[in-house]
Nanobody, 124 residues
């Protein structure tokens, strides 16, 4: 599975962005998908995830209520809708795919494939 993120950019506080992650491969629908982010000088952290079984979603507390993960299996794409952006949301955002649905969605080590990342900068 190859993953390519897009949709990042420079926005103002309170603005919205939608990130997209296009996946190659015919079995995209059978992968759990996640979004992570990494700010300068910080470790990569979990943002959101969606299971392929039942489409359950999971969110980090820091973005709950502002971000929404969704997927379109017909387009092999997962999205991250980000609303009410804050300066602390500034980071490189990565999408990831996991072929191990029994593993916790919030752990980096649960994921087998990673995109190259897209920069999101929120200016105050």
């Amino acid at each position: 599975v190859q993953l390519v993120e897009s949709g990042g950019g420079l926005v103002q506080v309170g603005d919205s962005l939608r990130l997209s992650c296009a996946a190659s491969g015919r079995t995209f629908s059978r992968y759990d998908m996640g979004w992570f982010r990494q700010a300068p000088g910080k470790e990569r952290e979990f943002v959101a995830a969606m299971k392929w079984i039942g489409s359950s979603t999971y969110y980090a507390d820091s973005i709950k209520g502002r971000f929404t993960i969704s997927r379109d299996n017909a387009k092999n794409t997962v999205y991250l809708q980000m609303n009410s952006l804050k300066p602390e949301d500034t980071a490189v955002y990565y999408c990831a795919a996991s072929g191990r649905p029994a593993y916790p969605s919030a752990l980096l080590t649960s994921y087998d494939y990673w995109g190259q990342g897209t920069q999101v900068t929120v200016s105050s």
